[in-house]
């Protein structure tokens, strides 16, 4: 039997296939079914969870759901999502699949699905609904379940995300339920790392660094950690254990773009703005997501900028321009460039001619000082009247 990266790996690259084909593959029944025969070898979360379900195997399920959603449910609506998995419920009653496990994907489901359409709030209010909902019954199925608690979390920590919060989330609440999942498995790295976002969201910086090291020492190989407590460490004038931290994310995932925006923002804070520039022209290299690669390109330009260094900028607003010709902020990025570059340029040519100027006129103030010196040296003096004499 595939393990879950095999049975992922294989998921997604037939979607990546599909896509190419133009064709757009629906998340099926049988899809779903593999992803739970997938999570089976985790155990009964009804059975002895604490002592069970060990971190690495709560992450491999949280990065195993993750992947799935974002490979296949985008072909999929709410309701039809809904219906699979209460006919799955039907056909495993009998096997090892928990029912809270079941609630909890669905859950999830809803949760992964509202990241669709992130700007339509009444339609992610809806599928946050049901998440909360779904979230609930797992925890009183059962109230051991780490991962329903920190799910219960996750939705909490969106208080601010919109303008109105009509399924009345606090970060307070959030903070609850992550200290219940805690309370269950102290060693869990998810509700770790959900700790540590929680304190990064209140700026308590001692306290990020503080899980993330926990989180770090179950799960050392995790580069989000470190780029997440070298920020910490930024934030707290502690710049060689930050850039440290940020190196390490590099390290162990070279390939990743957002360890690069890091280091870029650790030489802004430092005004190393060169080096700044290096490491975000690195993470648009990198990046696949076109809006990014703007962002990322469009900060480079303000750096170039700071450097009036103006034919650099130049250069990164026509590759702006060349991801979107309509960005309306790389074509007054241009017009602004252009008329910074003149300026420089007439600045330039006007201090050429001052210097010029200056230049000359030390020249005649030099040879007026030494006519100055000359006439009154005594023996010059002697000299001229002897001359007139003859």
């Known amino acids: 039997m ?12 037939q979607q990546t296939k599909a896509k190419k084909a133009g064709e757009q593959k629906k998340l099926s029944k049988e899809n779903l079914l ?32 993750n992947k799935l959603s974002k490979a296949s449910f985008n072909g999929i609506s709410v309701d039809q999502l809904g219906e699979h998995i209460e006919e799955i419920k039907d056909e495993n009653q009998n096997n090892n699949i928990s029912k809270s496990y079941l609630w909890y994907l669905k859950a999830e489901a809803y949760y992964y699905l509202s990241v669709i359409d992130l700007a339509n709030q009444a339609f992610v209010m809806n599928l946050w609904l049901k998440a909360a909902l779904n979230y609930c019954v797992a925890t009183e ?6 991962a329903a608690w920190n799910g219960l979390g996750k939705l909490n920590s969106n208080e601010d995300r919109y303008d109105s919060n009509p399924l009345g989330f606090t970060s307070k609440k959030a903070l609850e339920y992550y200290e219940k999942a805690l309370a269950q498995n102290e060693k869990c790295v998810i509700t770790l790392i959900n700790m540590a976002h929680y304190y990064n969201s209140q700026n308590k910086h001692k306290d990020v660094i503080d899980y993330c090291t926990k989180a770090i020492l179950l799960s050392h190989k995790d580069e989000n950690l470190f780029i997440l407590r070298g920020e910490a460490y930024k934030y707290l004038g502690k710049s060689k254990k930050a850039l440290n931290d940020i190196n390490k994310a590099i390290e162990f995932n070279p390939e990743k773009a957002s360890s690069y925006v890091a280091k870029a923002k650790f030489f802004e804070k430092t005004k190393e703005y060169e080096f700044a520039t290096q490491q975000y022209l690195k993470a648009a290299e990198l990046v696949h997501d076109l809006k990014c ?35 309306a902020m790389g074509l007054q990025a241009k017009e602004d460039c252009e008329n910074l570059q003149r300026k420089e340029e007439s600045f330039e040519q006007k201090k050429g001619e001052s210097d010029k100027y200056f230049e000359q006129l030390m020249r ?27």
């Open 141 to 146: 199925l059962n109230p051991e379940f780490v």
């Open 364 to 390: 005649e103030e030099k040879d007026k000082n030494e006519r100055k010196s000359t006439n009154k040296n005594p023996r010059n003096n002697k000299k001229r009247k002897g001359r007139l004499k003859n």
């Open 293 to 327: 690669k703007v962002v990322y390109y469009h900060r480079v330009w303000y750096l170039y900028r700071e450097l009036k260094q103006y034919a650099k900028g130049l250069q990164v607003i026509e590759k702006i321009l060349e991801l979107n010709s309509k960005d």
């Open 2 to 13: 595939l393990g879950a990266k095999e049975i992922f790996d294989k998921e997604i690259k």
């Open 34 to 65: 593999g992803f739970l025969k997938c999570i089976q070898g985790i155990p009964n979360t009804l059975k002895n969870s604490e002592k069970e379900i060990n971190s690495d195997g709560l992450f491999e399920l949280q990065e195993a759901i």
